[in-house]
T-cell receptor, first 111, second 111 residues
Framework: EDQVTQSPEALRLQEGESSSLNCSYTVSGLRGLFWYRQDPGKGPEFLFTLYSAGEEKEKERLKATLTKKESFLHITAPKPEDSATYLCAVQIMNRDDKIIFGKGTRLHILP | NAGVTQTPKFQVLKTGQSMTLQCAQDMNHNSMYWYRQDPGMGLRLIYYSASEGTTDKGEVPNGYNVSRLNKREFSLRLESAAPSQTSVYFC??????????FGPGTRLTVT
């Protein structure tokens, strides 16, 4: 069964304390993996797309990486404004481009 | 450029009432989607439309109907609302099977 699992469910960090969020997936074929950021009361906002193992993408304090089984979202020296829920989604090949979302990681950065 | 807009922002219904959630996008995207987001469940796809004139069921279509009115608009209808349909509903659009742009959401409560 196709599945996307994110861990941890919630993470509290001090400002400047770097860490990583995990997204592990089990799918029949990966077309692409997406990371989104969601602020309270708003819709998800696109961050990155990764297509193949070994690929990396960066944006400000965020870096996303991809292996054959999982993706990491690395947050370097986070600031309070990085507090949000981070969602991972996987697009499955040959399944009408079906997209499955993980349940998200709630990240809280303390000043 | 408004992106994806949704109306209404909030709605309270009584069990058995019907209503239609409206969604419009101004990015000339072919694909549009309806999701629901519940605590602890993540985003789940209700219906999607790969192009004008086509619609397909997602993961949780029961109790809902959709209409792709034209390329810009995609509506979601609840014919007889149930408390289990209390949720936050997001509309999204994309150009093919790539990154999605989400609307701000509709918070629906069914009593």
């Amino acid at each position: 069964e196709d599945q996307v699992t994110q861990s941890p469910e919630a993470l509290r960090l001090q400002e400047g304390e770097s860490s990583s969020l995990n997204c592990s997936y089990t799918v029949s074929g990966l077309r692409g993996l997406f990371w989104y950021r969601q602020d309270p009361g708003k819709g998800p906002e696109f961050l990155f797309t990764l297509y193949s193992a070994g690929e990396e993408k960066e944006k400000e304090r965020l870096k996303a990486t991809l292996t054959k089984k999982e993706s990491f979202l690395h947050i370097t020296a986070p600031k309070p404004e990085d507090s949000a829920t981070y969602l991972c989604a996987v697009q499955i090949m040959n399944r009408d481009d079906k997209i499955i979302f993980g349940k998200g990681t709630r990240l809280h950065i303390l000043p | 450029n408004a992106g994806v807009t949704q109306t209404p922002k909030f709605q309270v219904l009584k069990t058995g009432q019907s209503m239609t959630l409206q969604c419009a996008q101004d990015m000339n995207h072919n694909s549009m989607y309806w999701y629901r987001q519940d605590p602890g469940m993540g985003l789940r796809l209700i219906y999607y439309s790969a192009s004008e004139g086509t619609t397909d069921k997602g993961e949780v279509p029961n109790g809902y109907n959709v209409s792709r009115l034209n390329k810009r608009e995609f509506s979601l209808r609840l014919e007889s609302a149930a408390p289990s349909q209390t949720s936050v509903y997001f509309c999204a659009s994309s150009e093919g099977p790539w990154k999605q742009y989400f609307g701000p959401g509709t918070r629906l409560t069914v009593t």
